[in-house]
């Protein structure tokens, strides 16, 4: 994510803004631009403010439910934004407790779907006439007691969000409950797309035996090894190959789980880079040349992927030890190994081949 400015007053902005606060106009998004932009009313369209003669822009019809501020051009057909229109279910925005829960939810897909923009990754929209591309079903659970509770999942495209994750309190239930030392609703969002990357850029790119050399055989019966996996826990040494111990029920969960992964590292070099950090541990000692690093690039022009994980792996050493100093848990409670950054390499490569293309 990089850091916004309000182009008419110079303002520090949050991607999520809708105004901003020091000179009053409303903000909106244009993704194709990538930018925040201050706007004027121009009938019952926008303008950006003080380009009178400018493009005319419209916005997302979910900023009715103060749950977009991305910008539609005259030219883009439809009545939603480039993010909103994969939605396919939404919850019932009547119920008072539903709205809250799919704003957050919509916040995370927004900031799942700026990462995927400037990849410049493939985004097929579902229509109603077909069953191809990607789509998501936000869904509530059953308000019957006995019914079963709306699972996270993916399947051809289509990947469902439990509504309830949107819950901080149920969120964190289920990760004590699983065992997991991370889980937000962004990072369901990029795991999950990362089942859906899998189809399209390594089963349908001709990539399935190089990615077979990496993660496993994929063949393996799905369902047999999540109960597997949820009857004994996770394989003994997946802290050696492994980004976490999810991975280790199937090469698929390996793949989504080092995609996720790669995801964040994107995502958060971007802002680091943005804020001009740079990291240079003030101890006598040798290990302080390895965790320094200058964030003075743009992650998603990076070719050569050790360039990345070298700014990485400095960057979160840091930010751990911050949280630990606010008695908080790590940020990034993760140890990479060799074999997982060969994987984050990979993802890097699959990425970055469409996007040359």
């Known amino acids: 994510m990089r850091l916004f400015t309000c182009c008419n007053c110079g303002n520090i902005l949050y991607f999520e803004n809708i105004r901003c606060e020091k000179c009053g106009y409303a903000i909106g998004y244009l993704p194709h631009e990538n930018r925040l932009l201050p706007l004027s009313q121009d009938d019952d369209a926008w303008r950006v403010a003080g380009e009178d003669a400018g493009q005319r822009l419209r916005s997302c019809a979910n900023a009715a439910h103060n749950a977009c501020n991305w910008l539609l051009s005259d030219a883009d057909e439809g009545a939603y934004c480039v993010a909103c229109r994969h939605n ?40 109603s006439s077909n069953t191809e591309g990607l789509c998501f079903d936000v869904l509530a659970d059953p308000p019957q007691t006995g019914k079963p509770k709306v699972m996270t999942g993916h399947e051809d495209g289509l990947i ?8 901080d ?4 239930r289920r990760r004590l409950a699983m065992g997991e030392p991370y889980r937000t609703l962004l990072g369901h969002v990029r795991h999950e797309i990362g089942h859906y990357y899998w189809d399209v850029l390594v089963r349908d790119g001709n990539q399935l035996d190089a990615c077979r050399a990496l993660f496993g055989d994929d063949s393996a019966d799905y369902g047999a090894a999540l109960q597997a996996y949820y009857a004994n826990g996770p394989a003994p040494d997946w802290q050696t190959r ?7 029920a199937h090469p698929w969960e390996d793949f989504a789980e080092t995609w996720g992964h790669y995801l964040h590292i994107m995502d958060t070099l971007e802002m680091g880079a943005a804020f001009g950090l740079s990291v240079r541990p003030r101890v006598p000692t040798p290990d302080a040349e390895t965790l320094s690093a200058k964030l003075d690039f743009d992650p998603f022009r990076i070719e050569n992927f050790e360039e990345i994980i070298d700014a990485w792996l400095p960057l979160t050493f840091v930010a751990n030890n911050l949280n630990r100093c606010m008695g908080e848990a790590d940020l990034y409670p993760f140890v990479l190994s060799e074999p997982v950054v060969a994987k984050l390499a990979f993802v890097h490569q699959l990425v970055r081949a469409p996007a040359a293309a």
């Open 88 to 127: 396919r279910t939404v919850p019932d925005l009547s119920d008072p407790v539903h709205l809250p829960a799919w704003q957050r939810v919509q916040v995370a897909l927004h900031r799942l779907f700026y990462t995927l923009l400037r990849l410049r990754l493939p985004l097929a929209t579902r229509g």
């Open 160 to 167: 469902t969000l439990a509504l309830s994750e949107a819950d």
């Open 169 to 172: 309190v149920e969120r964190q």
């Open 242 to 248: 492994l980004v976490s111990a999810y991975a280790s």
